[in-house]
T-cell receptor, first 111, second 112 residues
Framework: SQTIHQWPATLVQPVGSPLSLECTVE??????LYWYRQAAGRGLQLLFY??????ISSEVPQNLSASRPQDRQFILSSKKLLLSDSGFYLC??????????FGPGTRLTVT | GNSVTQMEGPVTLSEEAFLTINCTYT??????LFWYVQYPGEGLQLLLK?????DKGSNKGFEATYRKETTSFHLEKGSVQVSDSAVYFC???????????FGAGTRLFVKA
């Protein structure tokens, strides 16, 4: 069966510090991968998606970036965090046109 | 472009009440439709899905029917429980597409 992992589960970082969130998927090959952000009490905002190694599409231009160094690994990064980067970050995978499967999320607080 | 509109919350019900959360969509093709549920502090989980017109998705007492003529996919449950308190998201995905379009989410509170 397929599983998806995210870490860390929670993170408190000062403004201006770097960020690296990691997501890995097990039990499937060549999945589509996604990063979403959810502000408190709000809906989902798609940040990035990837259909293959090294292929990244950005939905929202901002100080975040994503990379896919391996087939089942997806990394979200920032060089300098802003207060507005606080939120709940969700990674997901899918096969095109079908349902998405979400990880447990990372709660990021920028202070 | 494709879009999903669902009723604003929060919805507050007493235990054993009937639940309806409305969802309508706009799509150029023949999308698959989904309901996801998010419990506090967790990621989203697929609740049910329907892949073509007149299909009924069901799971854990929840049901939704893909109505192409009204472009709707309303979520229903006959008798809610306190444990159903969560945020519910309606969503669509085009066949072969890369992205899923999510509604804004509807928060449900169920009181004992």
């Amino acid at each position: 069966s397929q599983t998806i992992h995210q870490w860390p589960a929670t993170l408190v970082q000062p403004v201006g510090s770097p960020l690296s969130l990691e997501c890995t998927v097990e039990g499937t090959s060549n999945p589509n991968l996604y990063w979403y952000r959810q502000a408190a009490g709000r809906g989902l905002q798609l940040l990035f998606y990837s259909v293959g190694i090294g292929q990244i599409s950005s939905e929202v231009p901002q100080n975040l970036s994503a990379s896919r160094p391996q087939d089942r690994q997806f990394i979200l990064s920032s060089k300098k965090l802003l207060l507005s980067d606080s939120g709940f970050y969700l990674c997901a995978w899918s096969v095109s046109g079908y349902e998405q499967y979400f990880g447990p999320g990372t709660r990021l607080t920028v202070t | 472009g494709n879009s999903v509109t669902q009723m604003e919350g929060p919805v507050t019900l007493s235990e054993e009440a009937f639940l309806t959360i409305n969802c309508t969509y706009t799509a150029t093709g023949y999308p698959s439709l989904f309901w996801y549920v998010q419990y506090p502090g967790e990621g989203l989980q697929l609740l049910l899905k329907a892949t073509k017109a007149d299909d009924k998705g069901s799971n854990k007492g929840f049901e939704a029917t893909y109505r192409k003529e009204t472009t709707s996919f309303h979520l229903e449950k006959g008798s809610v429980q306190v444990s159903d308190s969560a945020v519910y998201f309606c969503a669509l995905s085009e066949a072969g597409g890369f992205k899923t379009i999510f509604g804004a989410g509807t928060r449900l509170f169920v009181k004992a």
